[in-house]
């Protein structure tokens, strides 16, 4: 059973910068780990994502060039480095884990933390 435990969360003002943090227990080789936002009223959207094990990465078009997602195994944790935020980027950030996940789904994660509040303003 994998465990996910997001810090990192905050109140920023536009163009600033914020690193997430989501401490991994659990056995995740081979599996996509990722970070999902959601907005009051919206659906929970996949903001970047990255396949334990090889480095693939995928990231959504909204974030492009600001949003860099990484991995320390060694230390079991994954970040998301956010840079030149916006205030559309105010969200609750998830952190999830799915072995034959589809990074752009969230129903295709098994595994979810409890959610950061990252607050953006303008």
């Known amino acids: 059973q994998v465990q996910l435990v997001e810090s990192g969360g905050g109140s920023v003002q536009a163009g600033g910068s914020l690193r997430l943090s989501c401490a991994v227990s659990?056995?995740?080789?081979?599996?996509?780990m990722a970070w999902f936002r959601q907005a009051p009223g919206k659906e929970r959207e996949g903001v970047a994502a990255i396949y334990s094990g090889r480095g693939t990465t995928y990231y959504a078009d909204s974030v492009k060039g600001r949003f860099t997602i990484s991995q320390d195994s060694a230390k079991k944790t994954l970040y998301l480095q956010m840079n030149s935020l916006k205030f559309e980027d105010t969200a609750m950030y998830y952190c999830?884990?799915?072995?034959?996940?589809?990074?752009?789904?969230?129903?295709?994660?098994?595994?979810w933390g409890q959610g950061t509040q990252v607050t953006v303003s303008s």
């Open positions: 659990g056995y995740i080789d081979m599996y996509w």
């Open positions: 999830a884990a799915g072995r034959t996940a589809d990074p752009r789904v969230a129903g295709t994660f098994g595994s």
